[in-house]
């Protein structure tokens, strides 16, 4: 749930109404009014929504992580099977998956339950970072941890055909069925489109990556910039509100004399009817 500050709450529930109402009304509305309010409030709801998140955080100290993730998304590009320490990460809780899906005595599902894990547990990291810890450049890191994890299906889900990997099983021997993605493709039937599979989701991860720094550069430029005022005005075009209120009080003035007009016209019918009877 977006938590807006209580003044930029109350102005834009305010100019909300105000466009509402025209609508409701069906009155004309100003030429640009209705734009301007909408980028009042995507103003309101995105930028100002991370700018009280980022307040007072120092950009400098992390921009050592931004420029450590583009060392590790250089690798990622250049290297076909890039270890970067995300790779450890992966790995561990790749096998945690299995491990926690093989209570359910369901072969298939302790099988994926692997590459579940492995690309579960980095969404849920940046979720918690972002909604309970109010950090959205930690969950921007989460984002480019998921991007690894994508990579490092990929790569395994492409293997599926020649098995080529050195493969790692704390659970049993290793021979050609502990191979997660073999037995994954062949139960849908894909196992002979395994290096397409494989290859989207590597660019998938890798586009997640390069996301994932962008965001994370522009969360940065918010904490270095300087902070505006946080009045209303400082978001809000007030002198728009006030065109649009104005607007609205003469159209509900006019409509009202219309409508009294309307009504002694009637009633001095009716009565020059009941004389000429």
């Known amino acids: 749930m977006v938590c807006w500050r209580s003044e930029e709450r109350r102005y834009a529930a305010r100019?909300?109404?105000?466009?509402?109402?025209?609508?409701?009304l069906h009155l004309p509305v100003p030429e640009g009014v209705h734009t301007v309010a909408f980028m009042n409030i995507r103003r309101v709801t995105i930028r100002g929504w991370l700018e009280d998140r980022v307040k007072g955080?120092?950009?400098y100290y992390r921009l050592p992580v931004v420029l450590m993730l583009l060392w590790f998304l250089n690798g990622y590009?250049?290297?076909?099977?890039?270890?970067?320490i995300f790779y450890g990460m992966n790995l561990g809780f790749h096998e945690a998956g299995h491990a926690a899906f093989m209570w359910s005595g369901n072969r298939m599902l302790t099988i994926a339950g692997g590459t579940i894990f492995e690309l579960a547990i980095p969404l849920l990291a940046g979720a918690y970072l972002l909604v309970r810890q109010r950090d959205p450049f930690g969950a921007t890191v989460c984002?480019?941890?998921?991007?690894?994890?994508?990579?490092?299906?990929?790569?395994y889900a492409a293997d599926a055909l020649d098995q080529a990997l050195p493969l790692v099983s704390p659970f049993g021997p290793v021979d050609a069925g502990s191979h997660d993605?073999?037995?994954?493709?062949?139960?849908?039937?894909?196992?002979?489109?395994?290096?397409?599979?494989?290859?989207?989701?590597?660019a998938a991860g890798k586009v997640m990556m390069v996301?994932?720094?962008?965001?994370?550069?522009?969360?940065?430029?918010?904490?270095?910039?300087?902070?505006?005022?946080?009045?209303?005005?400082?978001?809000w075009d007030s002198a728009e509100e006030a065109r649009l209120a104005?607007?609205?009080?003469?159209?509900?003035?006019?409509?009202?004399?219309?409508?009294?007009?309307r009504k002694r016209m009637t009633e001095e019918d009716r009565l020059r009817e009941f004389l000429d009877s």
Do not use: N
């Open 143 to 155: 984002t480019f941890w998921f991007g690894t994890a994508l990579v490092g299906s990929g790569i």
């Open 15 to 24: 100019t909300c109404a105000l466009v509402q109402q025209t609508d409701t």
């Open 246 to 261: 104005a607007h609205l009080r003469g159209e509900k003035v006019r409509r009202e004399h219309d409508e009294r007009r």
């Open 77 to 84: 590009m250049t290297e076909w099977h890039y270890e970067s």
């Open 211 to 235: 996301a994932s720094i962008a965001a994370g550069s522009g969360i940065l430029w918010l904490m270095a910039r300087p902070r505006a005022s946080s009045t209303p005005t400082a978001l």
């Open 181 to 202: 993605w073999t037995s994954m493709l062949m139960r849908v039937g894909k196992l002979s489109r395994a290096e397409e599979i494989g290859g989207s989701m590597q």
């Open 57 to 59: 955080q120092i950009w």
